[in-house]
């Protein structure tokens, strides 16, 4: 398997729509590969039934055990640029020389219907999206340290040392834009990082600007809009 360092010049929609006030929240959550992302949104998604998870495109090939339309919509290269081509990506980005992309309508059709969704995706695509939707949450997942996302890594047993050694370049680009994101949770244990994730969650469906979003009704009865 190959590996090309990460590209830090984000490609940006032909279309983008600057404001999106629905009544749905949208969590993004990214993180360097081999901090626990996958896994953490999995066990959020099982403890939350309100959230929906959305499926991203990828010109990657599946592993392990994935399967079509569950972790990713996999597709070819030319199918992927023709979608970007007719504009039916909300974000895309290059990571580890495949392409990602999350798809347009799939997000404002389940935001405007109320629906709270969440977004597995790398930085530069998170970015995108709060660019796009400044009412996103944008949550960042830490490794504790570098030595231990490395052992990680290792454990997985997904990737060849080359591979590895890209990842691990990369995740120090990646660390540093946890500055831009809203919340940042350090992945030390993971029963504590998944309590800080649900936290964030129920938080922001408490604030004023959500809570106004999603009881419209309420707040127009006490004159509130």
Same mark, same amino acid.
């Given at each position: 398997?190959?590996?090309?360092?990460?590209?830090?010049?984000?490609?940006?929609?032909?279309?983008?729509?600057?404001?999106?006030?629905?009544?749905?929240?949208?969590? &993004?959550?990214?993180?360097?590969?081999?901090?626990?992302?996958?896994?953490? =949104?999995?066990?959020?998604?099982? /403890?939350?039934?309100?959230?929906? =998870?959305?499926?991203?495109?990828?010109?990657?090939?599946?592993?392990?055990?994935?399967?079509?339309?569950?972790?990713? @919509?996999?597709?070819?290269?030319?199918?992927? !640029? !023709?979608?970007?081509?007719?504009?039916?990506?909300?974000?895309?980005?290059?990571?580890?020389?495949? @392409?990602?992309?999350?798809? *347009? @309508?799939?997000?404002?059709?389940?935001?405007?219907?109320?629906?709270?969704? &969440?977004?597995?995706? $790398?930085?530069?695509?998170?970015?995108?999206?709060?660019?796009? +939707?400044?009412? !996103?949450?944008?949550?960042?997942?830490?490794?504790?340290?570098?030595?231990?996302?490395?052992? *990680?890594?290792? *454990?997985?047993?997904?990737?060849?040392?080359? &591979?590895?050694?890209? *990842?691990?370049?990369?995740?120090?680009?990646?660390?540093?834009?946890?500055? +831009? %994101?809203? +919340?940042?949770?350090?992945?030390?244990? +993971?029963?504590?990082?998944? %309590? $800080?994730?649900?936290?964030? =969650? @129920?938080?922001?469906?408490?604030?004023?600007?959500?809570?106004?979003?999603?009881?419209?009704? =309420?707040?127009?009865?006490?004159? /509130?809009?």
């Amino acid at each position: 398997m190959s590996a090309e360092p990460i590209s830090q010049t984000p490609s940006v929609p032909n279309s983008p729509q600057t404001q999106m006030d629905y009544p749905g929240n949208l969590f &993004v959550v990214s993180a360097p590969s081999g901090t626990g992302k996958s896994s953490l =949104v999995k066990a959020l998604l099982e /403890l939350d039934s309100r959230l929906q =998870v959305s499926v991203s495109h990828t010109t990657r090939v599946p592993r392990g055990q994935e399967q079509q339309g569950r972790e990713y @919509h996999f597709t070819s290269k030319d199918e992927f !640029a !023709a979608m970007i081509e007719h504009g039916d990506f909300f974000e895309h980005a290059e990571v580890h020389g495949n @392409h990602y992309g999350t798809s *347009r @309508h799939a997000i404002e059709d389940r935001i405007k219907g109320g629906e709270d969704v &969440v977004l597995e995706i $790398d930085w530069q695509g998170a970015l995108q999206i709060k660019k796009i +939707f400044p009412n !996103a949450i944008l949550i960042f997942i830490l490794p504790p340290s570098y030595e231990e996302l490395l052992q *990680r890594l290792n *454990r997985r047993g997904e990737d060849t040392p080359e &591979v590895i050694e890209v *990842r691990m370049a990369n995740a120090r680009i990646e660390v540093g834009q946890a500055q +831009f %994101f809203d +919340f940042v949770v350090v992945n030390a244990l +993971f029963e504590s990082a998944l %309590f $800080d994730l649900k936290t964030i =969650v @129920h938080a922001q469906r408490l604030k004023y600007a959500a809570q106004r979003r999603n009881k419209s009704v =309420v707040f127009r009865a006490l004159n /509130l809009v």
